[in-house]
């Protein structure tokens, strides 16, 4: 069939999730608890319809039928996560024999079934009894981390040959010590800078460990949601909110990761501030061997910024919002029920600023999707018409696709997601599957989108 957005030979359609919020059976099979566990038990209210991360979509026990309709719908690839407190339950020491078990069979069976596992380390969930010792605040929980990289390594390396140390890194930091949407809920700056940087030597720990390992064809990488900012106008006030913006939360994780340090603009701007970390004599080296050999890119959505409308209250906490303000683009394009801005351009732009400033790095779209509330709506005969998502896919997919003729490194297009599954506070609110599961029955049916991107996989193109 002749399509006419044709990608490379070998690129990789798949789709991307997370432990917490597929595996559901959080109180089984030896499971520590995590974080989300634990809010949960202490505060159901804060997710939506009281839904919490214990059973989510079942994966745990439907693992082969979710890898038969993965393979059912094109997939060649697949990144999954492993739950830290599945495989050691109390963050360190002794490993959980059926954790093993169950992730070796997933990785088996994804094999069996063509499909490569990618591989995440951490996607939020820290296993309960480090937070209690301070999280990523306390630089002994980097030093547990490691060592839980390394078992996995050890364990799976034989036949997992992508590996991320973490998802979306700034996420906890921006919800757990910024803004309140995930636990512990502090909203301190200094806190949250300490957590980000500790992050990144617990990035840069495994990157090194993994190295020492000598699996032949092994790559190691990190996933980040990169939101490009666009500042109002050209005019200079606006140009510099977007810079900051940009600083605070693109950069402050995209350069350690392609370039080996920090952007000293932003140092600046922290010191100005008194908001520097506790570093260790030595981390500088160590952040340099954490150069990744792949970046995972996550795209939603942009952030438009302009100038400050009004100074920011000094007396109150200091935050990145002390220099720009978010700025309403009239005419933007919405997705509503999560309420972020749909901007196709935005996956080019990304592309064009990793070739230009950062080495044209090896990347692929490790996520991009649309969640719907309520797509019972779309139902006829028995299957969701998402005809939204294929637009929003295709939409994206265009801009990609002009990216890679103009020579930007992307390897692969990963959606969010492959079925519904639990969003962190929004539970089962919005749905971002390509099948639909009914969190009742737990049964899966594959929607429209499914049998489209079946085809752009086959066709490897559209
Ligand atoms: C990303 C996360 C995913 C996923 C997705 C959708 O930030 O890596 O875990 O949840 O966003 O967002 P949400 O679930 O908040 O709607």
Known sequence: MSVQYKFPTGFWWGSATSATQIEGAANEGGKGLNIWDHWYKTEPNRFFDNVGPESTSNFYHLY??????????????????????????????????????????????????????????????????????????????????????????????????????????????????????????????????????????????????????????????????????????ENP????????????????????????????????????????????????????????DLLGVNYYQPRRVKAKEHLPNTDGPFMPDWFFDNYEMPGRKMNKYRGWEIYEKGIYDIMMNLKENYGNVESFIAENGMGVEDESRFIVDGEVQDDYRIEFIGGHLKWLHKAIEEQCNVRGFHMWSFMDNWSWMNAYKNRYGFISVDIETQKRTPKKSAHWIKTVSENNGF
């Open 237 to 292: 006030a606006d140009l510099q909110a977007s810079n900051r913006a940009d600083l605070f939360f693109n950069r402050s994780f995209l350069d350690p990761s392609v370039l080996g340090e920090y952007p000293a603009e932003l140092i600046d701007i922290l010191r100005e501030h008194d908001q520097l970390p506790v570093t260790e004599q030595g981390d500088s080296k160590l952040l340099k061997e954490g150069i990744v």
């Open 64 to 233: 082969k039928e979710d890898i038969r309709l993965m393979k059912e719908i094109g997939h060649n690839t697949f990144r999954m996560s492993i739950s830290w407190s599945r495989l050691i339950p109390t963050g360190r020491g002794k490993v959980n024999a059926e954790a093993v078990q169950f992730y070796n069979n997933v990785i088996d069976e994804l094999i069996a079934n063509d499909i490569e596992p990618f591989v995440t380390l951490y996607h939020f969930d820290m296993p309960l009894e480090l937070q209690e010792e301070g999280g990523w605040e306390n630089r002994e929980v980097v030093e547990a981390y490691t060592d839980y990289a390394k078992e996995c390594f050890r364990l799976f390396g034989d036949r997992v040959q992508k590996w991320f140390t973490f998802n979306e890194p700034i996420v906890p930091v921006e919800g757990g010590y910024l803004y309140d949407f995930h636990y512990p809920n502090v909203v301190d700056a200094r806190r949250a800078v300490q957590v980000a940087y500790h992050t990144m030597i617990a990035h840069a720990q495994a990157v090194r460990a993994y190295r020492t390992f000598s699996f032949e064809e092994g790559q190691i990488g990190i996933v980040l949601n990169l939101t490009p900012s666009y500042p109002r106008s």
